[in-house]
Structures are given as structure tokens and as C-alpha cells.
């Protein structure tokens, strides 16, 4: 049984996805795209009209999927979740992520400040961080809404580093790690950033230290 022929779109998008991944957004022109895609620009100019709608499509055809999943299993914990869930469920639908392509192009868009506050925050992300930040107010009471902001913010900054240097961790130590053993992966951030979660904040840890060095 033969597959089906790639349509010109999926094309378009396959090939800006690559190329945003491997080179950034800025970097990568229309032309770029269109030779990877073995498509002319009349093409992208009749499914996309510009290389900003491009840019777009491209982020939404992966986000929201990302996005849909995190909310289903946020759902599925019911109302006790363990703060290791709420975790695994922000971070494992990005890190375990069907299209290897998509790895890398998502760490551009977090790593970029202006694509993220732009295309994806405003547009996609901000229901999202209000219902995570819901759900660590649950499990993290004693934690004021001004660190819950931060360690969130930590716990999307670790995310970002390891997708914008996926393809190049091997090449930065000798040991033989693989990170395309993503479930792996996932335990071991999702154990880390909840140590990070449950860590005493650096005020109290200041006031402490200090009552401990006048006794």
C-alpha cells in the first residue's frame, strides 16, 4: 500500500519548520523554504500570502495540540494532583512530542522574546499559565502568587535550554547520553523542577540564615 502524496501546504509547513528549527526565524527566508519544500513562492504566497502568516501557521499547527493535551491531562488528575503530575503535564507534551522537527523550532519560539511574547503568549499561552498557576496554588498553598510566578517561569526556562539545544547535547560531553529517550527525560526534569517547586523560598532562607548567625 502506497501513501498518500504530501500536499503543497503540508509541504510549505514541513519544510518551514525544519529550517526555523535549525536556523531561526530571522535567519530563514521565503526562498530557503521554498527550495527545501521543492515548491515555488507563488505557492507560499497563495497558502500562507506572507513569510509573518507563515510564522504563525507553522507555530499553531504545533502549540495547540501541545496545549489541548496539557489540558486533558490536567483533567484526567481529578481534583488531588500530585505536584509531579502538574509538572509532567506542562512539560512531557512539548518533550515528547511526535514530530522530532518540532523539537527544535519550539525552543527558537521560547528562546526569542519578541516571537514569544507576541505569537505565543497572548495568543495561545495565556489561558494556559493562569490554569497551571491554578493548579500549583493547590498543591503549593504555603507558596505566595509572586514565586509561584517565578518558578513557573524556571520550570518553562529549563524546557526552552533543552529544546533549543537538543541536537547538540551529545556533542557536549563524553558520556553517552541520548536525549531522544524522551519519557526518560521527562522523569528526570519533572523530579528536578519539583524540587525546585517545594524549595523554601530565598527570603525565608535569608531570615534564617540570619537568625541562626545572632544565636
Known amino acids: 500500500m502506497t501513501s498518500a502524496p504530501v500536499g503543497t501546504k503540508t509541504k510549505i509547513l514541513d519544510a518551514a519548520e525544519k529550517l526555523f528549527g535549525q536556523n531561526g526565524f ?6 530557503d523554504i521554498t527550495h527545501e519544500a521543492q515548491v515555488n513562492l507563488a505557492a507560499v504566497n497563495y497558502h500562507f500570502q506572507s513569510k509573518e502568516s507563515l510564522i504563525d ?20 488528575m481529578g481534583a488531588s494532583p500530585s505536584l509531579e503530575q502538574i509538572i509532567e503535564a506542562f512539560v512531557s507534551p512539548v518533550l515528547e512530542a ?9 525552543g527558537r519560539v521560547f528562546s526569542n522574546p519578541a516571537h514569544f511574547a507576541v505569537r505565543i503568549f497572548q ?10 498557576d491554578e493548579a500549583f496554588a493547590l498543591v503549593i498553598p504555603a507558596i505566595p ?10 520550570m518553562v526556562g529549563a524546557m526552552t535550554h533543552l529544546l533549543a539545544m537538543w541536537d547538540v547535547l551529545p556533542l557536549m560531553t563524553p558520556l553517552p547520553i541520548e ?9 528526570r526534569m519533572v523530579q528536578f523542577l519539583a524540587a525546585g517547586f517545594r524549595a523554601p523560598m530565598a527570603v525565608q532562607v535569608a531570615q534564617e540564615s540570619n537568625a541562626v548567625e545572632r544565636n
Open 179 to 187: 536525549p531522544i529517550h524522551r519519557h526518560a527525560l521527562v522523569s
Open 145 to 154: 502568587a509572586e514565586e509561584r510566578f517565578w518558578r513557573l517561569h524556571f
Open 26 to 31: 530571522d535567519a530563514t527566508s521565503l526562498r
Open 57 to 76: 501557521a507553522v507555530i499553531v499547527r504545533r502549540l495547540e495540540p501541545v496545549n489541548r493535551r496539557r489540558m486533558e491531562m490536567l483533567d484526567a
Open 123 to 132: 495568543k495561545h499561552l495565556a489561558p494556559v499559565a493562569r490554569r497551571f
Open 98 to 106: 511526535d514530530e522530532l522537527n518540532a523539537v527544535p523550532m519550539i
